[in-house]
């Protein structure tokens, strides 16, 4: 069975920070994009960040360029988003989504190219 689990969302106070991770079972991580991406209430789903299986192989939205940094452990199948300085904007579900490598050259920030998802883990900024 193709799986994704996200976990480590939470309630966090503006300018914290939380780490967030994906684990897949079921296929080999190594020979997948994973993707991270989030959804606000009332809102559209909108990519947050990517990473490919060669090193540098990484994107980010701008929005979160600096405050976010995504990286993979492929003998644990697991893929970490840590999230720092966090702002009321980013209160979402954020949610993980793979991708075989062979269909991009470059990790792809848009849900549309991605058709394995996890479930999603709320991460809530609020003083």
């Known amino acids: 069975q193709l799986q994704l689990v996200e976990s480590g969302g939470g309630l966090v106070q503006p300018g914290g920070s939380l780490r967030l991770s994906c684990e897949v079972s079921g296929f080999p991580l190594k020979d997948y994009f994973i993707g991270w991406f989030r959804q606000a209430p009332g809102k559209g789903r909108e990519g947050v960040s990517c990473i490919g299986n060669s090193v540098g192989t990484s994107n980010y939205a701008d929005s979160v360029k600096g405050r976010f940094t995504i990286s993979r452990d492929n003998a644990k199948s697991t893929v970490y988003l840590y999230v720092n300085n966090l702002k009321p904007g980013d209160t979402a579900v954020y949610y993980c989504?793979?991708?075989?490598?062979?269909?991009?050259?470059?990790?792809?920030?848009?849900?549309?190219?991605?058709?394995?998802w996890g479930q999603g883990t709320q991460v809530t900024v609020s003083s």
């Open positions: 989504a793979a991708a075989p490598l062979v269909y991009f050259i470059d990790c792809p920030l848009s849900p549309r190219d991605y058709d394995l």
